[in-house]
T-cell receptor
Framework: DQQVKQNSPSLSVQEGRISILNCDYT??????FLWYKKYPAEGPTFLIS?????DKNEDGRFTVFLNKSAKHLSLHIVPSQPGDSAVYFC???????????????FGRGTQLTVWP | KAGVTQTPRYLIKTRGQQVTLSCSPI?????VSWYQQTPGQGLQFLFE???????NKGNFPGRFSGRQFSNSRSEMNVSTLELGDSALYLC????????????????FGPGTRLTVL
């Protein structure tokens, strides 16, 4: 049962434009959301996160938006750069549920390609 | 602060063999999670250990097992290897306790690339 879904396996964007990566979740107990970036043959690296008490978090070129009513979050990258080309994973956790405290639920990822 | 380390980085085995992978978490982190990554399948959760106890488990067969030592280092074992076990195995560590949201942020190692022939 995929509780976190990234329905777009790939996204292609021109350099300088905005990249928008989307993520949907089904579990209303999720209260913390993270985005990871992964290059081939490397482990994922943490990018940005957002708590469910917020609807927006910004860090430089990266902004994450959370719509709790729609159970949807998105990652905006502005402006996009060729070095941003990677697989982006959305993840969620239910921190207040003791039985799943240490677990992150990941989507299948979106391959972002930024072309010059 | 040193990052998460995994050994070995590459491994080639044949069907039927067993394999043990090792993960050393970031100092102070007590939670270690293991994932399998195959093309098109994203990160498949194997299990999570916290303070030497398996706290969470994914939907993998019993051939996949793990353990955690008192220094938080963790090992993952796969017995009776199958061709389909060829994958990148990733380990991630976190504080893993209740508290600020950042306590659940996981930091990944570079992975072990396992090839089963």
């Amino acid at each position: 049962d995929q509780q976190v879904k990234q329905n777009s396996p790939s996204l292609s964007v021109q350099e300088g434009r905005i990249s928008i990566l989307n993520c949907d979740y089904t579990n209303s107990m999720f209260d913390y959301f993270l985005w990871y970036k992964k290059y081939p043959a490397e482990g994922p690296t943490f990018l940005i996160s957002i708590s469910s008490i917020k609807d927006k978090n910004e860090d430089g070129r990266f902004t994450v938006f959370l719509n709790k009513s729609a159970k949807h979050l998105s990652l905006h990258i502005v402006p996009s750069q060729p070095g941003d080309s990677a697989v982006y994973f959305c993840a969620a956790s239910a921190r207040n549920r003791g039985s799943t405290l240490g677990r992150l639920y990941f989507g299948r990822g979106t391959q972002l390609t930024v072309w010059p | 602060k040193a990052g998460v380390t995994q050994t070995p980085r590459y491994l080639i085995k044949t069907r039927g063999q067993q394999v043990t992978l090792s993960c050393s978490p970031i100092s102070g982190h007590r939670s270690v999670s293991w994932y399998q990554q195959t093309p098109g399948q994203g990160l498949q959760f194997l299990f999570e250990y916290f303070s030497e106890t398996q706290r969470n488990k994914g939907n993998f067969p019993g051939r996949f097992s793990g353990r955690q030592f008192s220094n938080s280092r963790s090992e993952m074992n796969v017995s009776t290897l199958e061709l389909g076990d060829s994958a990148l195995y990733l380990c991630a560590s976190s504080l893993g306790t209740s508290g600020p949201p950042s306590y659940n942020e996981q930091f990944f190692g570079p992975g072990t690339r396992l090839t089963v022939l």
